[in-house]
């Protein structure tokens, strides 16, 4: 695996595949039992967004970011306000940290892994668990971050929308790395688009599609072809429209790669 600097990567995975392992070794809090762990700077600044926090519930926002920041050995207040307001956590800064809604608390943690100005910054199922609109409104805070501070983010999930994005994404299950790329190249590699046509005989719809394509009869109305492209779609349509009913067209999707490759759904 190679991670370009500056870049966004996803690591995906079903369960037990060894995404956070993988992590955990990166981050060096495991030692590979083979192979090498190598860094363009051998001291990175690194920060980490954990799958469970590590936050303590009974101290204040602030608190927490002030505990975390003498380990990085200061004591810069302007960091903490600044980190604060670009999270958006300024207006409960003084809440205790149990006391927040999921969302509040994954800015926070976001906002601990800030602090020191991270090159890296590393999230292991940083949304699991949140709702859709949470979910967007931090994938935005940190899209923002990525192009103000030109961060490598590597990230682990189980929602494949969310690695849609990155330009590198390597799929890994049982422990081995079974195919990366970027989402484009996977869903062109092993996703297939969809369509679906419908008329008043599927058998008649057949006849009318090249044999190349390889129509499968789904019911006696209803027929499924996997074209290649959009334009080879609508060629098809072109192809039926004077027996077509009504139709659905789907690209083929990360979802789609996914189980194709591994032969099980994220969960």
């Known amino acids: 695996m190679k991670i370009e600097e500056g870049s966004f990567t996803a690591i995906l995975g079903p369960n037990g595949a060894g995404k956070s392992t993988t992590i955990a070794m990166l981050l060096g809090l495991l030692r590979p039992s083979s192979g090498t762990i190598t860094y363009q700077n051998s001291k990175p600044r690194i920060g980490v967004v954990f799958q469970n926090s590590v936050l303590d519930?009974?101290?204040?926002?602030?608190?927490?970011?002030?505990?975390?920041?003498?380990?990085?050995?200061t004591k810069d207040q302007a960091e903490i306000l600044t980190v604060m307001k670009r999270l958006g956590v300024?207006?409960?800064?003084?809440?205790?940290?149990?006391?927040?809604?999921?969302?509040?608390?994954?800015?926070?943690?976001?906002?601990?892994?800030?602090?020191?100005?991270?090159?890296?910054?590393?999230?292991?199922?940083?949304?699991?668990?949140?709702?859709?609109?949470?979910?967007?409104?931090?994938?935005?805070?940190?899209g923002e971050l990525r192009q103000q501070d030109n961060l490598t983010i590597v990230l682990t999930t189980h929602y494949l929308e969310e690695a849609d994005q990155s330009e590198m994404i390597f799929i890994i299950d049982q422990g081995q790395l079974i195919a990366h790329g970027s989402a484009?190249?996977?869903?062109?590699?092993?996703?297939?688009?969809?369509?679906?046509?419908?008329?008043?005989?599927?058998?008649?719809?057949?006849?009318?599609?090249?044999?190349?394509?390889?129509?499968?009869?789904?019911?006696?109305?209803?027929?499924?072809v996997n074209p290649v492209s959009t334009q080879q779609a609508i060629q098809c349509l072109l192809a039926v429209q004077s027996e077509l009913q009504h139709f659905e067209y789907r690209e083929g999707t990360l979802d789609d790669a996914f189980i194709a490759l591994t032969g099980k759904e994220m969960h």
């Open 57 to 73: 519930a009974e101290l204040s926002v602030k608190e927490n970011l002030q505990v975390r920041q003498k380990m990085t050995g």
């Open 90 to 142: 300024s207006e409960f800064a003084k809440k205790r940290y149990g006391r927040l809604s999921g969302g509040q608390r994954r800015r926070v943690d976001i906002a601990r892994a800030l602090l020191g100005q991270p090159e890296i910054l590393f999230l292991d199922e940083p949304t699991a668990g949140l709702d859709i609109q949470t979910r967007q409104a931090i994938w935005q805070v940190l």
């Open 184 to 224: 484009t190249s996977l869903k062109q590699r092993y996703a297939k688009n969809q369509l679906v046509l419908e008329g008043t005989d599927s058998e008649t719809l057949k006849r009318l599609i090249p044999e190349e394509l390889e129509p499968v009869v789904i019911t006696d109305q209803q027929l499924l």
